[in-house]
């Protein structure tokens, strides 16, 4: 069972920037994890995914922030990162870690979440 811990999130003001970290444990038991990504949740709306790597390195943003985020893995240490940079307001949700991992190598897929980390754009 993979376990995700987010960390980061804080008030910071437009235009300013944040990193986002979350670190997977338990992935002693598994076989791979295949994706790690970054979802948001903003208040009243669906939560919505913002970028996700695979873990040999492709990427896949959300229109509205690409060329404002990055999205990191450090495979050794089963975490993922989100740089971001010239936050607006509206980029102001709660932001979740997400897995896809398989527990061996024919079993499906499964899907890990963090408990998520808030981040407000706000002056």
């Known amino acids: 069972q993979v376990q995700l811990v987010e960390s980061g999130g804080e008030l910071v003001q437009p235009g300013g920037s944040l990193r986002l970290s979350c670190a997977a444990s338990g992935t002693g038991s598994i076989f791979r994890i295949n994706v790690m990504g970054w979802y948001r949740q903003a208040p009243g709306k669906q939560r919505e995914l913002v970028a996700d790597c695979t873990w040999g390195g492709k990427t896949n943003y959300a229109d509205s922030v690409k060329g404002r985020f990055t999205i990191s893995t450090d495979n050794s240490k089963n975490t993922v990162y989100l740089q971001m940079n010239s936050l607006r307001p509206e980029d102001t949700a709660v932001y979740y870690c997400?897995?896809?991992?398989?527990?061996?190598?024919?079993?499906?897929?499964?899907?890990?979440w963090g408990q998520g980390t808030l981040v407000t754009v706000s002056s």
């Open positions: 997400q897995a896809t991992y398989r527990a061996s190598a024919f079993a499906a897929p499964l899907d890990a």
